[in-house]
């Protein structure tokens, strides 16, 4: 009798303790971001391949979308890992050969605020 109980208290002891340690991974992933990049030049429609080559050797590119925006490339990166300017320069370095330019798509969510002058009136 003590000794199935004793395996039980260890058994027990150990599913929580392997629970416990598996825990924090889980409930904190890694945070994610998704670059549109806009592609410019008469070489970039025929490298695609070669594109996806450079930007999947990234450490931290977790995704590459061709073809869901006409003349972009989604990239999916890790950003503790890789930041969005190494991507691009990182692609662009090759991309110089390719005749084709590689930039961030500037929307209304990422683009800088544009600068107050005395002259504009926001209040109408």
Not at 50 to 55: C, S
Not at 91 to 99: E, G, K, Y
Request: aromatic share 4%; proline share 7%; net charge neutral.
């Amino acid at each position: 009798m003590h000794t199935f109980l004793r395996r039980r208290i260890v058994s027990t002891v150990l599913l929580i303790a392997s629970l416990s340690v598996s825990l924090p991974v889980s409930a904190n992933p890694p945070a994610k971001e998704r670059l549109p990049l806009m592609l410019s030049g008469s070489g970039c429609d025929s490298k695609e391949a070669e594109m996806n080559n450079v930007l999947q050797a990234i450490p931290g590119v977790t995704g590459v979308y061709f073809n869901r925006i006409p003349d972009h490339v989604l990239v999916d990166i890790t950003t503790g890992t890789v930041k969005p300017a190494d991507v691009i320069n990182r692609v662009n370095d090759a991309a110089v050969s390719w005749q084709c330019k590689v930039e961030l798509m500037q929307s209304c969510i990422t683009a800088d605020m544009p600068s107050a002058s005395p002259s504009s009136n926001h209040n109408e």
